[in-house]
Structures are given as structure tokens and as C-alpha cells.
């Protein structure tokens, strides 16, 4: 019967969100406390690095335990020990026993959380009350816990780790029921119950390892599932470029990219342009004019020191013309960023350059 569910019923594809979903849909949701996360794996994690540290402060918490007791016992008919001391005591030995796994816990979890986040993360979006959310849409649920791709991986998940849980303890109780039934009979019962002590502890690590790696792999599942939550529908994609073009940080955001991709490609740049002004030992700036797209050159490419000598040695190799001019390279490098169009400001030397190189005639010959 199950074979007969199709899977791809419940995919993105089938309400129309064939688009990956864009950076900016993504740290939108992050910044919302959405993010791809398996609670299993925090489990898991939690729950191996308290069983390692079980396993390491047992003869210690063996001690512990023999001293509470001895000291419950000696002083319980005393009349001179308060109810008081009694509760010190009690807490004293308690917190001693259990703070050292509350510690490892609480890193434990922190720590699995900085991971899946993919960095440290703090929101007050999760806690908000959502008051459309009181009614239940059972519909919904049922299709996404029974009839929904998650919903049979959590089904047979479930049922591998009770069977594999199952499995493991039967062997190692298996491998151990005859020493520690002669251990019954021959070394007493604190013989037979450090050997259950030892047995349990490698039951509780093999088991705790066998979770870790399923939860492994559950938060790839999860993350799959995220991602296909959060694909978008073409309308979407449209409706968020046209977002995006009036958001001021992510405009500064991309004009910055295409500033740092331009600079980066300094040789192809100058190689382009058609002429770069020098200082001429200091600065360099190298610009380009489309007259197709722009009404005025562009800067494409600027550098100080060695870059600029750099600059230069680019265009004499490429025959690109190269203007000393002192007071409009320093001007430019000063008041322009690469990807910039010239400012009004400049436009009459500019025109005095491009003149001085005769690029108009060169245009009139190209025609």
C-alpha cells in the first residue's frame, strides 16, 4: 500500500515553486529563526557527551553516592543535626552529582546549535504568539506527518532505532549473561553489579553512536525539506527582484559585488579601456566610455603605487593611450569608485582627454 504513494504528490513543483529559493529569501528566513535544523541531532549530541562523561565519573560517583549514604545513615538519629543541614546536605551532594552533566548538556546543545545554524544566531521571532494558529488545521497536520515524504521518514526512523536499540542490547546482554551469572554465585553481588555497570555503559555509548548517525542523516533530510519549503513560484522570484531594487542594503550590497568583480579584473579592465590618466607616479585611474548605455565614460579600473605603475605597464602593452595629469587623477581616485560614472564636475576635462587622445575621430573612423 505504501508503494502506492507517490511522493512527488506532496513536492514543490506541484503548487507551481519551481525556483530555488534566492539568497535573500534565505536570510530573510534566517533572520525570522527559520532554518534547516534536526532536534534529533541535538539530542543525539547531548546525549553521547553525557554518557562519555557518565562513563568517565563513575568510580567518582560511585564514592559520592557511598559517601551521602554513609553520611544520611550515621546522622539520621542524631538529634543535633537540623532539618536545615539535612537539606544542605542533600542539595550539596545532589548538585555535585548532577551539575557536571547539566554543564556538558547545556554546551553540548549550544554547541550542535552554532553548527546547524551555520554560526551563532539570536531571534525573538520563534517565541511570538501567533493567534491564527490557535485553531488546528488537521488536514494539513495528517498530510504532513502520514502522507508527506517527512512523515514515512519519521515512521520507518522510529522503527529502525527501536529495532537497532533492540538489537544491540540483546547481544551485549547476550555476550555477558554468563559471567555475570557466575559472578552471582562467586564474586557477590558488587561484582555482578560493576559487570551490569560496565555492560550498561557499553550499551548506552554503542546506542548513543548508532543515534548520532542517524540524526546525521535526519538533518540532511531536513535541510532538503527546508530547502524545498522554500522554493518559489516565478511570480515570487519577480515580485522579490523588484524588492530587492528599492532595498538600500541590498542595492549597496550589490553595487559593492560589482565594484570588488571589477577591481578584481584590473588587467582586462585597463586592456578595455580607452585611456587612463596618471598622476603619473601615484595614481591611476583608467576609464571607458559607451556611448550605447552611457551618457559619459565610466570609471573601470583605479590603483595607487604599484598598482598604478601596474596600470600603466598594462596599457603601454595594449596601446592604450596614457594622460599625466595630476590634479584630475588625484580628483577621480578621490571622488570615484570603480563602476562609477564620471560626476559633472570633471565632464570638461574629461572632454579635454578624450579630445587630447582623438577617441571622436577614432569613432568617426570606426563608422
Not at 564514592?63 to 546522622?75: D, T
Not at 524545498?228 to 553595487?255: N, Q
Amino acid at each position: 500500500m505504501m508503494s502506492a504513494i507517490d511522493l512527488q504528490w506532496f513536492a514543490a513543483e506541484d503548487e507551481g515553486r519551481t525556483e530555488e529559493p534566492s539568497e535573500y529569501k534565505l536570510r530573510k528566513a534566517r533572520e525570522e529563526g527559520r532554518v534547516a535544523k534536526s532536534q534529533e541531532l541535538n539530542g543525539a549530541v547531548v546525549l553521547l557527551l553525557c554518557i562519555v562523561l557518565l562513563v568517565a565519573l563513575a568510580p567518582w560517583l560511585e564514592r559520592k553516592c557511598e559517601e551521602s549514604m554513609i553520611f544520611f545513615f550515621n546522622n539520621v538519629t542524631q538529634k543535633t543535626l537540623t532539618d536545615s543541614k539535612f537539606v544542605y546536605a542533600f542539595f550539596r551532594y545532589f548538585l555535585m552529582m548532577t551539575l557536571p552533566f547539566a554543564l556538558v548538556g547545556i554546551v553540548a546543545g549550544v554547541i550542535a546549535n552554532i553548527i546547524q545554524n551555520r554560526g551563532f544566531m539570536f531571534t525573538t521571532k520563534t517565541i511570538e504568539p501567533h493567534f491564527d494558529r490557535l485553531v488546528p488545521n488537521f488536514g494539513e497536520y495528517f498530510k504532513k506527518t502520514l502522507f508527506s515524504f517527512e512523515g514515512l521518514f519519521n515512521i520507518v526512523k522510529s522503527i529502525v532505532k527501536v529495532i537497532v536499540i533492540g538489537i544491540i542490547s540483546f547481544f551485549y546482554i547476550r555476550a555477558d549473561l554468563p559471567a555475570l551469572l557466575s559472578m552471582l554465585h562467586t564474586g557477590g553481588p558488587a561484582l555482578a553489579l560493576r559487570q551490569i555497570g560496565s555492560m550498561s555503559a557499553q550499551i548506552l555509548i554503542t546506542c548513543s553512536v548508532f543515534l548520532l548517525a542517524v540524526s546525521v542523516a535526519d538533518y540532511f533530510v531536513q535541510r532538503r525539506q527546508f530547502i524545498e519549503s522554500m522554493k518559489m513560484t516565478k511570480e515570487e522570484v519577480k515580485e522579490e527582484y523588484k524588492e530587492m531594487e528599492g532595498d538600500p542594503e541590498v542595492k549597496g550590497h550589490l553595487e559593492s559585488a560589482q565594484r570588488e568583480m571589477l577591481q578584481t579584473n584590473i588587467p582586462r579592465a585597463v586592456k578595455e579601456s580607452d585611456v587612463v590618466i596618471t598622476n603619473p607616479t601615484h595614481f591611476a585611474v583608467a576609464l571607458q566610455w559607451k556611448q550605447e548605455t552611457n551618457d559619459s565614460p565610466q570609471v573601470t579600473a583605479k590603483g595607487e603605487d604599484l598598482t598604478a605603475q601596474n596600470m600603466k605597464r598594462i596599457a603601454a602593452e595594449n596601446d592604450i593611450p596614457i594622460v599625466e595629469n595630476r590634479s584630475l587623477a588625484r580628483g577621480l581616485y578621490t571622488d570615484t569608485k570603480v563602476g562609477d560614472i564620471i560626476p559633472e564636475s570633471y565632464m570638461r576635462a574629461i572632454a579635454t582627454v578624450y579630445v587630447q587622445i582623438g577617441y571622436l575621430d577614432k569613432k568617426n573612423k570606426k563608422v
